[in-house]
């Protein structure tokens, strides 16, 4: 029952949103136009330059596989055993 409750005010308040958002894009005064276009085109932009950042620190951050350590997942995943990484933590690689 809650998730139903959550789903219709989810829809409900979506609704009112866009004929609230329709308003002021369509049928407010210029000025009040403008700014909800700048403000939409501001959020949109951040929205892609944040993703872009976060993707850009997930490279960042993640370390690089060496030739050594591929070589050392294809010989583990052959004996089904865990192979380790050169800095120590445990790589789990399926057997299949």
Not at 30 to 57: C, D, M, N, P
């Amino acid at each position: 029952m809650r998730k139903r409750t959550i789903g219709a005010l989810l829809m409900f308040s979506t609704t009112v949103f866009m004929g609230f958002y329709t308003y002021l894009l369509f049928f407010s005064n210029k000025h009040l136009q403008e700014v909800t276009l700048k403000i939409t085109i501001y959020f949109l932009v951040f929205i892609l330059a944040a993703s872009l950042f976060l993707i850009g620190y997930g490279f960042f951050k993640t370390p690089a596989i060496t030739p050594k350590e591929v070589k050392e997942r294809i010989k583990s995943a052959k004996y089904g055993r865990m192979a380790m990484r050169s800095h120590g933590s445990p790589l789990f690689i399926p057997v299949s």
